[in-house]
Structure formats: C-alpha cells, structure tokens
T-cell receptor
Framework: AQTVTQSQPEMSVQEAETVTLSCTYD???????LFWYKQPPSRQMILVIR??????QNATENRFSVNFQKAAKSFSLKISDSQLGDAAMYFC???????????FGQGTRLTINP | NAGVTQTPKFQVLKTGQSMTLQCAQD?????MSWYRQDPGMGLRLIHY???????DQGEVPNGYNVSRSTTEDFPLRLLSAAPSQTSVYFC???????????FGSGTRLTVV
C-alpha cells in the first residue's frame, strides 16, 4: 500500500529562522511525483513545491527547498527565513505517474513565533 | 480566470437529506477530483474524472455520486446524508500532463 507519513504533528520556529518538515513515504513504484501543499487558516490548499522522482536534483522555489532521498523514501521541506505568513498546515503528498490519486500525509501544523 | 470554484462554502444538513456540492473550473482541465478532509487526517480521494462522461471511484466513494457532463463541471451528490459525512470537501483539477492539482477553497459540511 502507498502511504505517506508526517511524523511531526506540530512544529514551531522563530521568525527569520529555518525549519525543516519531515515526510516519508512507502511505495514500490519507480515513477512518481511528490508534493508539499500549504493550507493556511483560509482553508485553501496551495501547492508549494513538487519533485519528480526521476530527477536527482532537489527542487527549490524561492525560500522553499526539498531534500529528496529516493532510496530512503524521504522528502523533507526546508523553509528558510521563515515569515509570519508561512504559518499553516503543511501536507506532504504523493502521486504515481499516470494515476489520479493523491495520497496525503496527516499534516504538520507550523507556527511562526515573532 | 477564476480557477476552481466550489459552492457553497458552508452547509448544514439533517441526517437523510440530499444535496449537491458544486465544482466548476474555467481552465479547461481534463482531470477533476473530489477529496474529503477529516481532522487529524490528510485528504482522501472520493471520486475522480479524466474527462467528460468518464468517472471512477477513489478511496472512499460510498455514499457519494458524481457525474461529468461537461469539462467545466464536476458535481458531488450526497444521496442520504449521514453524520459520518461531516467533513471539509475539496474539488481539484489539472491538465492531463500536469503534475500537481489546483484545489478549490473547500466546502465545510456538517450533518446533524
């Protein structure tokens, strides 16, 4: 079964510091995508960053970057220079290439302390 | 370009009532999906569609029906609401070759 596990239900960080959110997944597939979605209090699901499994280079989007370890099935999100607007639930998700189903982790609630 | 639009944003139903959650997208996306989000859990797939006239079941389809008569619309029907269907419902869409889905803002449904 394909599962996604986020072992940190809650995290907090001081504004301007760096925080890393963890995600592990279980799959027997070789071609897949990994995503981090942000859900602020507005409830909107916002795509933060994505990674194609065939790419060895870690994806980056401005202050957001990932550490993708395919052999270890690990996909962590690093947020640099944390801002108050980064406070949200963060969900790690996985999708097999060619399939429609997104498999989500349980989420990590990130608090930014001013 | 409004993206993915869901209506209503909030709804309270009595057990046994029926209703339709609406989802529309104006991006000409082929693929559309419905997810539910429950406390302490991530989103789970209810039903999905890869094009007009084509739908299939996801992980938790019981108690829900869908249809896809147009590319733009993908309504989710609750035939006889149950308290277990209290949840936040998200509609999402994407192009065929695109990796990630674009989500609507969700509908919070309470069944009493």
């Amino acid at each position: 079964a394909q599962t996604v596990t986020q072992s940190q239900p809650e995290m907090s960080v001081q504004e301007a510091e760096t925080v890393t959110l963890s995600c592990t997944y279980d799959t027997s597939e070789s071609d897949y995508y990994l995503f981090w979605y942000k859900q602020p209090p507005s409830r909107q699901m916002i795509l933060v960053i994505r990674q194609e499994a065939y790419k060895q280079q870690n994806a980056t989007e401005n202050r957001f970057s990932v550490n993708f370890q395919k052999a270890a099935k690990s996909f962590s999100l690093k947020i640099s220079d944390s801002q108050l607007g980064d406070a949200a639930m963060y969900f790690c998700a996985y999708r097999v290439q060619g399939a429609q189903k997104l498999v989500f982790g349980q989420g990590t609630r990130l608090t930014i302390n001013p | 370009n409004a993206g993915v639009t869901q209506t209503p944003k909030f709804q309270v139903l009595k057990t046994g009532q029926s209703m339709t959650l609406q989802c529309a997208q104006d991006m000409n996306h082929e693929y559309m999906s419905w997810y539910r989000q429950d406390p302490g859990m991530g989103l789970r797939l209810i039903h999905y569609s890869v094009g007009a006239g084509i739908t299939d079941q996801g992980e938790v389809p019981n108690g829900y029906n869908v249809s896809r008569s147009t590319t733009e619309d993908f309504p989710l029907r609750l035939l006889s609401a149950a308290p277990s269907q209290t949840s936040v419902y998200f509609c999402a869409s994407k192009y065929r070759g695109e990796a990630g889905y674009t989500f609507g803002s969700g509908t919070r449904l309470t069944v009493v």
